[in-house]
């Protein structure tokens, strides 16, 4: 029997917006905030897949490669705590259509090869600190930052040595809208 593998497909930040969230977060939280997500780890999660088996993470790369969809923008402009998993993030007010369907699809796929789906809304976000349980200030704004998503991404979450890092594992291009 082979090792399962804890994947999921997302979308990731370019390192120069890695480093302005970095800043930011460090700017406008205190250090007691919970535990702060790695520049490298910071991203937007299409489809959380779980552990799963090699023979699953093969049928979902074949399907990811069959997706056809378009290059978006997206405005990182909103930012929120849900106490109950901790997670302080920033995400965006209005999500693309362009995100939403490309997340839609890879969340059945997923559900279809037999990977449990939240049957919560998707909410588009990039996760600052984890373990956030107290009451956190969260800022008045956001600096609005853009994200031009030109490419989606599987990676492995690995946890070693005490710490998670994500390890990509494959990326496909999204295409470009036709000229109108």
Request: hydrophobic share 40%.
């Amino acid at each position: 029997m082979s090792a399962e593998r804890r994947l999921f497909f997302a979308l990731s930040l370019p390192a120069k917006l890695q480093k302005q969230v970095i800043k930011w977060r460090a700017d406008h939280f205190p250090a007691e905030t919970g535990r702060p997500v790695a520049a490298a780890n910071l991203h937007i999660t299409l489809a959380f897949l779980g552990e799963i088996s090699e023979l699953k993470a093969e049928a979902l790369t074949r399907v990811a490669g069959r997706i056809q969809a378009k290059k978006f923008s997206l405005t990182l402009d909103d930012i929120g705590h849900w106490p109950g998993s901790g997670v302080v993030w920033i995400g965006t007010k209005r999500a693309p259509n362009a995100l939403l369907q490309l997340a839609s699809v890879l969340r059945s796929h997923a559900a279809r090869n037999g990977c449990h789906q939240s049957t919560l809304p998707f909410h588009p976000h990039v996760t600052l600190y984890r373990n956030a349980t107290r009451p956190v200030a969260i800022p008045p704004a956001t600096p609005e930052w853009m994200l031009e998503a030109t490419e989606f991404s599987l990676y492995e979450s690995l946890y070693e040595k005490g710490r998670t890092r994500y390890r990509c594992l494959q990326t496909w291009p999204l295409a470009d809208a036709p000229a109108t």
